[in-house]
T-cell receptor, first 114, second 113 residues
């Protein structure tokens, strides 16, 4: 039972490069989320999706785009990477009523922007 | 000012100690309260969930919520080296609407054998 799988686990980019982070879940969850985790800031929501074909902005959406073309996948894109986007990125998924049911997290993607 | 404040530690205790972890918050709309545990280089995993005020116990773990003081706590009894991790509090105002969670920054705990 894989749960939430994030690809890649590590990546180093140069400023201005683009990349896509992939999240896949096998729990048939409706809701999916992208967070970033930074020292002193905790987990902050970037974008989220309440179903296939839908996306919404979270707390820190600038510089990121997302797509949810399939229910099981949620993609996070950086069009022009900046050093401020160096962080650990976590994907999570949950059933609706996630306030009552847990969000299940992947193990993160460690991204460095030089 | 952050909506959720959590002392980042680090906190170091001997094996067998009682550990107390705390968060304060400012948004009175929060009514769902969670504690997540995060091991090094892993994603957070749900440890405890509490709705509104009161206590909840699960084995060695007890979660307390005091909405009047906007204060939540997690107690770990008979702490073990395997409890060494970062503990994140999280809160939500609603069950629906994407169930967005607001997290504290986490407290790093080390339990020494």
């Amino acid at each position: 039972n894989a749960g939430v799988t994030q690809t890649p686990k590590f990546r180093v980019l140069k400023t201005g490069q683009s990349m896509t982070l992939l999240c896949a879940q096998d729990m048939n969850h409706e809701y999916m989320y992208w967070y970033r985790q930074d020292p002193g800031m905790g987990l902050r929501l970037i974008h989220y999706s309440v179903g296939e074909g839908t996306t919404a902005k979270g707390e820190v959406p600038d510089g990121y785009n997302v797509s949810r073309l399939k229910k099981q996948n949620f993609l996070l894109g950086l069009e022009s990477a900046a050093p401020s986007q160096t962080s650990v990125y976590f994907c999570a998924s949950s059933y609706p009523s996630g306030g009552k049911r847990p969000q299940h997290f992947g193990d993160g993607t460690r991204l460095s922007i030089l | 000012q952050k909506e959720v404040e959590q002392d980042p530690g680090p906190l170091s205790v001997p094996e067998g100690a009682i550990v107390s972890l705390n968060c304060t918050y400012s948004n009175s709309a929060f009514q769902y309260f969670m504690w997540y545990r995060q091991y090094s280089r892993k994603g957070p995993e749900l440890l405890m969930y509490t709705y509104s005020s009161g206590n909840k116990e699960d084995g060695r773990f007890t979660a307390q919520v005091d909405k009047s003081s906007k204060y939540i706590s997690l107690f770990i009894r008979d702490s073990q080296p395997s409890d060494s991790a970062t503990y994140l509090c999280a809160m939500s105002a609603s069950e629906t609407s994407g169930s967005r969670l607001t997290f504290g920054e986490g407290t790093q705990l080390t339990v020494n054998p």
